[in-house]
């Protein structure tokens, strides 16, 4: 009997929603001749590309496999397939006497296909900006850049023929690999002359700039890794901007060395808040949504200072909004800090910022009394001086700068403030020999400074 019962009840139930349909029908006759249909899986095209590649690129497929795209119905058709007419048109083996056409390069202007407005605030970025840099154009600004890599780090000034792939290899080898290069193409639309795979401001020969992938690492595009430190670590580094090194020196680096795999990363964008994490990352502060503010994918947006360039300003024009910026970035820190640990660390950056520019408005001052007198050499490079001054800013002075920025106490002074004392006492040095002795002196009277 219990079985009979339980069938009529089915019945009844099957019967009321019948009934519950019709009368939504009914309310809502827009709705009910409508059929959602849900399809999953891929064009012919698509299938042959994934096919073909899980036989041939194993690791391409697995890590496209395991991501979002291949989770989202995206596969390598979609990103890689052009038009016909496109500058980077080519065909693999496999579509020789097709009409189907890729390219291995994607550039940021196929991702806006589906992230329109993380590429719009990209391009307004200083990640975009960086394709100046790649533009390599003696006779325009930047043809000192050009000088340093293609004739003293190429060798061209030992004979190392100019414009050869060896007088390049400097360049391609590292300053390309962040900065972005033009990209070069040969017979087959295939890039060539090493200019492709190359960084984040890479220009594309359909005209538009920008990587992704430096950060979201193809094939994966694994928002998790674009989120911690070490995705921006392969740039942020080093002598002259050592970012991560300072990040691990500070206390928001300590607590991410110490519980960081621990924490969850992969949370929707937007919904990436403290609790999440207990430290804030490179991401949390520069790009990610906090608080109130959104996500954004331009990197100028919340800073203050200017500390890349020769004198630190508050940034204008293409290096974004320093006023805006800083009260972006103090929306950031209240999340974790109070107004008066807030107010008291920008404070310190400021003084920092401002002892700085004293260093370098007596370096100019001083260069700028030499270049009347004739006292500066033709080549920067065998200057004492002048090699001294490129230091100044470009190594100990952007330590010194970001350290106090990032919290790192070490580099902001026994990198930074005590090595810029140490670069100015000889630079005065050098200025009151050859005042004095109103000449240049020999190469081997320089002083030296030590390691910079």
Not at 145 to 152: D, G, I, P, T
Not at 367 to 377: D, F, M, Q, R, V
Request: with cysteine; net charge negative.
């Amino acid at each position: 009997m219990k079985h009979i019962y339980g069938k009529i009840g089915l019945i009844t139930l099957a019967g009321l929603l019948v009934w519950a349909g019709m009368a939504i029908a009914a309310d809502t006759p827009n709705l009910a001749p409508r059929k959602i249909e849900i399809q999953r899986g891929y064009t012919e095209e698509a299938a042959k590309c994934i096919e073909c590649h899980a036989e041939k690129t194993p690791g391409i497929y697995e890590d496209w496999k395991v991501g979002r795209m291949a989770n989202a119905g995206v596969s390598c058709y979609d990103c890689h397939n052009v038009e016909s007419n496109s500058p980077m048109a080519g065909q693999c083996s496999g579509l020789k006497g097709t009409k189907i056409f890729i390219s291995p390069m994607v550039s940021a202007k196929t991702c806006s296909r589906c992230h329109p407005s993380e590429v719009d605030e990209f391009m307004k970025s200083g990640h975009a900006d960086l394709s100046r840099a790649a533009v390599y154009d003696k006779n325009k600004s930047g043809g000192g850049l050009v000088k340093l890599q293609e004739h003293y780090e190429g060798a061209a000034f030992l004979g190392v023929e100019d414009g050869s792939l060896t007088n390049q290899a400097a360049r391609t080898s590292g300053c390309k690999v962040c900065h972005g290069s033009v990209v070069e193409l040969g017979p087959d639309n295939k890039p060539i002359n090493n200019t492709w795979p190359g960084g984040v401001g890479t220009l594309y020969p359909d005209g538009s700039v920008g990587t992704c992938t430096v950060c979201h690492t193809r094939h994966a595009f694994s928002v998790a890794e674009a989120r911690k430190p070490e995705a921006c670590a392969s740039c942020h580094l080093g002598p002259d901007h050592p970012h991560i090194e300072i990040y691990h020196e500070s206390k928001h680096g300590q607590i991410f060395l110490t519980e960081g795999e621990e924490w969850t990363w992969d949370s929707a964008s937007g919904t990436w808040q403290p609790g999440d994490y207990r430290a804030p990352t490179c991401a949390t502060c520069h790009m990610s949504g906090i608080g109130e503010l959104q996500t954004t994918h331009n990197v100028n947006e919340r800073l203050k200072w200017d500390l890349v360039h020769q004198r630190s300003e508050i940034r204008t024009g293409v290096r974004g909004d320093g006023v805006k910026g800083d009260k972006l970035m103090r929306k950031v820190c209240i999340n974790c800090h109070g107004p008066s640990h807030i107010d008291e660390t920008r404070q310190t950056l400021d003084s920092a910022v401002a002892l700085y520019n004293v260093y370098w408005d007596e370096a100019v001052k001083m260069k700028t009394e030499l270049a009347a007198k004739g006292l500066l050499g033709d080549d920067p490079w065998s200057d004492g001086f002048q090699e001294l001054m490129y230091f100044l800013w470009h190594h100990t002075g952007r330590r010194a700068r970001h350290g106090t920025a990032m919290f790192g106490p070490d580099y902001a002074h026994w990198h930074g403030f005590f090595q810029v004392f140490q670069v100015v006492k000889d630079m005065q040095g050098i200025y009151n020999w050859r005042l004095e002795n109103n000449k240049i002196e020999d190469l081997s009277t320089v002083m030296s400074t030590g390691p910079i």
